[in-house]
T-cell receptor
Framework: GQQLNQSPQSMFIQEGEDVSMNCTSS?????WLWYKQDPGEGPVLLIA?????ELTSNGRLTAQFGITRKDSFLNISASIPSDVGIYFC??????????????FGRGTQLTVWP | DTAVSQTPKYLVTQMGNDKSIKCEQN?????MYWYKQDSKKFLKIMFS???????INETVPNRFSPKSPDKAHLNLHINSLELGDSAVYFC?????????????????FGAGTRLSVL
């Protein structure tokens, strides 16, 4: 299967700091997604990217679809305590037998100190 | 109204028992999934159904049997539970459509079922 490497594995930052995390793949994807999981809940979609080079923002979050289609990053600016959670990248091929299949990174655990 | 709902939220049972987890989505999606999240938070797909047809069947023990009575429901039955089955199981749904390139393929997840096998 596809291997997604997500880094860093964990981050401990102070409120107000900016955060950056990234994901790389051994294969290309047609879609990159970023999800956030709060404790006791399921992953919730933050940003979806559909074209190589695409840069998309959602409030304080910005994500980019790498030009090689093998990587993506997520930035969070001016972090706040409610940003705490696990952030997952996910790649999707959207083609044939892989219809709907999401390949997830191992997650970045974000802790924000007030 | 919850978009993807799973029941129960918690399930504690003994080894060897048979149990089921139910999932329902009210988003009108045509594809549903089951994922397993292990203790290290790794999310791995187990099954997916598109219009009640099995599409993805990862290498999971055949003790796990998904059943989709209609597009809005995908249940997971597990026979002869083992200690290693302890995990959080997530249901998800998306609209894949006939032309996968035109669909946005965003998957919406339920809140999860935490299964503990003693």
């Amino acid at each position: 299967g596809q291997q997604l490497n997500q880094s860093p594995q964990s981050m401990f930052i102070q409120e107000g700091e900016d955060v950056s995390m990234n994901c790389t793949s051994s294969s290309i994807f047609n879609t990159w997604l970023w999800y956030k999981q709060d404790p006791g809940e399921g992953p919730v979609l933050l940003i979806a990217l559909y074209k190589a080079g695409e840069l998309t923002s959602n409030g304080r979050l910005t994500a980019q679809f790498g030009i090689t289609r093998k990587d993506s990053f997520l930035n969070i600016s001016a972090s706040i305590p409610s940003d705490v959670g696990i952030y997952f990248c996910a790649g999707q091929l959207n083609r044939g037998s892989t219809l709907g299949r999401l390949y997830f990174g191992r997650g970045t655990q974000l802790t924000v100190w007030p | 109204d919850t978009a993807v709902s799973q029941t129960p939220k918690y399930l504690v049972t003994q080894m060897g028992n048979d149990k089921s987890i139910k999932c329902e989505q009210n988003l009108g999606h045509d594809t549903m999934y089951w994922y397993k999240q292990d203790s290290k938070k790794f999310l791995k797909i187990m099954f997916s159904y598109n219009n009640k047809e099995l599409i993805i069947n990862e290498t999971v023990p055949n003790r796990f049997s998904p059943k989709s009575p209609d597009k809005a429901h995908l249940n997971l039955h597990i026979n002869s539970l083992e200690l290693g089955d302890s995990a959080v199981y997530f249901c998800a749904s998306s609209q894949e459509g006939r032309n996968s390139l035109s669909a946005k393929n965003i998957q919406y997840f339920g809140a999860g079922t935490r299964l503990s096998v003693l």
